[in-house]
């Protein structure tokens, strides 16, 4: 049997895939559930593991896949005793796709992970196992810098991008400044501003006004070559 606080995470989880195809970050994960810091959000996620009901997924980014839902009939009751959390059923399984299927994707130059530099257009190819995109068109870009470490993102990873032109609070974003110097970002609002933080501490996060700020695409998952 779950906790209220389990269920609420999974809940959480379960409906950002539904909504973007992508996991929550950490952060968001801890404002949702009210935590005042991020261990409470990796005990529960190692929790939900072992229960069977979450697992991450190697080589990507946020990437959290929920295995199963509760069964809808039943309900958690919060620790106050006081609210009953709705359980919903679990969507239908989609069919899995082959782990040797391979997808080639455009492949944009570089992107900085640090302070923003040029993104370059080239006609490259990227191939890239199918398993590791979602829904919609996809492009790739090498990762340059150290800025987004503490993320999961590497020097020399490949940042597989889902097309957007729009992101949600707590995204890894592609964005493009002043129409040429592209950043990956986790992606913020502060009233009219846009803030761009990075995912480590060594780097300030950077602010611009919203126009000239043009998202460009979502992180969907990572290639790594070991060399």
């Not at 049997?1 to 989880?13: G, P, R, V, Y």
């Not at 082959?98 to 492949?107: G, K, Q, T």
């Amino acid at each position: 049997m779950l906790t209220a606080k389990q269920h609420e995470l999974l809940h959480f989880i379960q409906q950002r895939l539904d909504a973007s195809g992508i996991s929550p970050s950490f952060e968001e994960m801890k404002e949702a559930l009210g935590l005042k810091s991020k261990s409470g959000i990796h005990r529960l996620i190692s929790a939900l593991e072992e229960r069977g009901f979450l697992r991450r997924l190697p080589n990507r980014a946020r990437a959290l896949e929920v295995l199963k839902l509760p069964e809808a009939a039943k309900s958690v009751v919060n620790s106050n005793r006081d609210n009953i959390v709705p359980l919903r059923k679990a969507p239908p399984a989609l069919k899995p796709i082959a782990a040797n299927d391979i997808i080639e994707v455009p492949l944009h130059g570089r992107i900085a992970a640090g302070v923003p530099i040029e993104a370059f257009e080239d006609h490259n190819n990227l191939a890239v196992p199918a398993a590791l995109l979602g829904s919609g068109e996809h492009y790739a870009l090498e990762v340059s810098g150290d800025s987004m470490v503490e993320a999961g993102i590497f020097d020399g990873d490949y940042a597989l991008i889902q097309k957007a032109s729009t992101a949600r609070e707590g995204d890894i974003v592609v964005a493009l400044v002043d129409g040429q110097d592209a950043t990956l970002k986790y992606f913020r609002r502060e009233g009219t501003m846009i803030r761009l933080d990075p995912a480590n501490s060594a780097y300030e996060p950077q602010r611009y006004p919203a126009e000239r700020v043009i998202v460009q695409g979502r992180l969907s998952g990572l290639l790594r070559r070991y060399h």
